[in-house]
Nanobody, 116 residues
Framework: QVQLVESGGGLVQHGGSLRLSCAAS????????MYWHRQAPGKQRELVAF???????NYADSVKGRFTISRDNAKNTVYLQMNSLKPEDTAVYYC??????????WGQGTQVTVSS
């Protein structure tokens, strides 16, 4: 399993932007699909976006057109660029790596708070 460390969260105003990073402890370039999830207080964890080993991306309807997931395989890092943030985007954001075996590794999460 890979170790994942998220960073880049913080407090931002409605309409602002943040870029989250997820750094992996080992190579993920050709072995792992990468996901961003989030969990708001009192709610279930939900999938926000994913990017496959081949570079295919997909997004939750709630973030389409505002968030962009990308990966830098040379740096073993995945990013989530979040624009036009809304208060309802407030949550802890988690990175997940899924290997070819189907095993998942999770990061510890990073808090994103959007003020109204």
């Amino acid at each position: 399993q890979v170790q994942l460390v998220e960073s880049g969260g913080g407090l931002v105003q409605h309409g602002g932007s943040l870029r989250l990073s997820c750094a992996a402890s080992s190579g993920i370039a050709i072995t792992h699909d990468m996901y961003w999830h989030r969990q708001a207080p009192g709610k279930q964890r939900e999938l926000v976006a994913f990017i496959t080993r081949a570079g295919t991306t997909n997004y939750a309807d709630s973030v389409k057109g505002r968030f962009t997931i990308s990966r830098d395989n040379a740096k073993n890092t995945v990013y989530l660029q979040m624009n036009s943030l809304k208060p309802e985007d407030t949550a802890v954001y988690y990175c997940r790596a899924v290997g070819a075996s189907g095993l998942s590794s999770w990061g510890q999460g990073t808090q994103v708070t959007v003020s109204s």
